[in-house]
Structures are given as C-alpha cells and as structure tokens.
C-alpha cells in the first residue's frame, strides 16, 4: 500500500488527531467527556445530513438542497404538530415524507431530466426555502410538543440523544452500504456507470434512490432542528450544505464518486465540530470563522482533485 493510498484512506484520521492535539495544548478541557458530548450534540443534525450527502456523492451526484430541506421539513412537522393537531409521531411521519419527495423530485430531474445534480439541486433549494417561508409567513412557528422536541434537546445520562441517534443512523448506513446489495451498487454506479450498466444494475433506480434516502435524512435533521430550538425558524439551515459536503468529502468520499463510506463521514463531521468548537473557544470573530471554513472547504475540494488525479494515473 502505496503512501497516496495510505494518506487517502487514513488522512482523516490523522487530521482529527492533528487538530486535536492543537486544541488540546491552548484547552486541554477539550477533550472532556462533557465538551466531546456538546460538540456531538451540535453536530448531530450537520451528521445527519451527511450520511445521506454520503450516499448520493459516492454516485457522483450532489445535493444542494439539504439546507433549506431542513428548514422545510422542519416547519412542515412544527406546522402538523401545533397547527394540524397531529400527535408528534404523525407530524414527524408528515415530515419524513416530505422530505423524501423532494429527494424523488430532484432525483427525478438528474435522472429522467437530464439536469446536473448542481442545478437539479440548486433549483430544489430555491423551491424549498420559498415553500418554508410560505408555510412559517417568515415566523418562526413555536408551541411544538416536548414529544416532538425530545430528541433535539434531550439527553440520556451525560450523553445527547440527537448525537446517539447520529450514530445509530451511520451504523445503519454502513450495514446497507457494505453489507447489502443496493450498497454494492451504490459503489459500482458512481465508479463505473457503463461497466455497471452492462452488468444489469439499473442505474436510474440507484441514482433516484440516493436522493430519496438524502431527503429523508435532512427531514431527520430538520425535526432535530426543530427540538434543539423549541421552533421552526424560516432561517435555518442556510449554507449548511457547505458544511456537509466538506464533512462528507473530509471524511474521504469523492466528489467523483465510488470511494469512500459512512466511517469516514462521522471522522470528517467531528472534524468540522471540533473546529467550530476551538474557533469559539479561540474567540474568533464569526465572520473570521466563515473565512477559515471556506479555506478549509477549498482545501478538501483541491485534495480531492489531487486524488483523483492519482487514481486515473494523471499524476
């Protein structure tokens, strides 16, 4: 194993453990139980969100829209608990489904409409946020239940349920990603889609899928969203596409797709957690930490061209 293969497989790791290291010699209470537990409770809902980013950039895609999916999502659930009168299950339900349609809506335009999942998705984005801001009349809409809001705020023991039920979900994902079929088609269509359409695997159901299962996610998100702030705000969400794909592509899945997993994913999330964590420890500015995110957003994007390149033996 070649030291390329090594810093692509590992590389992650070992920046979790650079960036740890720092912020433990300015605060050595960083890596106390009770500090690691907050900076998964902040990113659980970002977490979230990934595994389903996960799924759709190992088929080469993107999605742009999880951001307003979960102020959406969000305000759809809030919206059926407190004005619908539904129980916090049903309202939940509602959500989830909503989410998932507006997966199978831009799933639907990649595939049968021919549309780049940059502008499939960015068109999703747009209709999304306006759908949020139409429900809410750009209020945020409180007076959910503590049912309904439970697992966004709530902890059990010293550890916070939004962050356990991130790791139920990856574990999930990696189960359907590397133990199922669908997962090994996953990994072919975004390798190789002729070569896996030879090989009889219905690349349109696939790619129309993965989208799905990111919709679902970001509702997930959304209704923790809702829970971590006793209300749906209009606002929320904006830019966290950004921190999801850097999350997802941190983690060492490909922009290109066919490489990468879930695994990766949550070291790449608690690396974007930790950092926001020691920029405010740090006192930073938060436009200065829009900055840094930025460059750090620009530095996975260049490593995974550098990659990529190295796979396709350009370099």
Not at 9 to 36: E, M, R, T
Not at 162 to 185: C, D, E, P, Q
Request: glycine share 16%; with cysteine; hydrophobic share 55%.
């Amino acid at each position: 194993m070649n030291s390329t293969v090594v810093l692509r497989k590992y590389g992650s790791f070992l920046v979790l453990g650079f960036l740890l290291l720092i912020l433990a010699l300015f605060y050595p209470g960083v890596l106390s139980f009770s500090n690691v537990a907050n900076v998964f409770s902040q990113v659980a809902v970002v977490g979230i969100c990934a595994v389903g980013m996960t799924f759709v950039m190992l088929t080469g895609g993107i999605d742009l829209s999880v951001g307003s999916l979960v102020a959406l999502t969000g305000a759809v659930g809030a919206w059926l608990n407190t004005h619908g009168g539904f129980h916090w299950s049903l309202a939940w339900v509602g959500a989830v489904l909503v989410g998932m349609l507006c997966g199978l809506i831009s799933g639907l335009f990649v595939q049968w409409g021919k549309m780049p999942p940059f502008i499939a998705t960015l068109s999703m984005m747009a209709i999304a946020r306006g759908a949020t801001l139409l429900i809410t009349r750009g209020y945020p809409i409180s007076g959910t239940s503590s049912g309904f809001n439970y697992a966004g705020w709530a902890y059990l023991g010293p550890f916070p349920v939004s962050g356990l039920l991130m790791l139920v979900l990856i574990a999930i994902a990696w189960v359907v990603l590397r133990k199922t079929r669908f997962g090994t088609y996953v990994y072919a269509v975004g390798d190789d889609p002729e070569t896996a359409r030879l090989a009889g695997i219905s690349i349109s159901k696939v790619r129309v899928i993965v989208y799905v299962i990111s919709g679902a996610c970001s509702a997930f998100g959304g209704l923790l969203m809702v829970g971590r702030l006793w209300s749906a705000q209009p606002n929320v969400g904006m830019g966290m596409e950004l921190d999801v794909i850097a999350s997802v592509v941190l983690g060492g899945t490909s922009l290109f797709g066919g490489v990468g997993g879930v695994g990766g994913t949550l070291i790449g999330v608690l690396i974007m957690g930790f950092l926001d964590n020691g920029l405010r420890m740090l006192e930073l500015s938060s436009y200065l930490q829009q900055v840094v995110k930025g460059a750090v957003f620009i530095g996975v994007v260049g490593a995974d061209l550098y990659f990529k390149k190295v796979r396709s033996g350009k370099c």
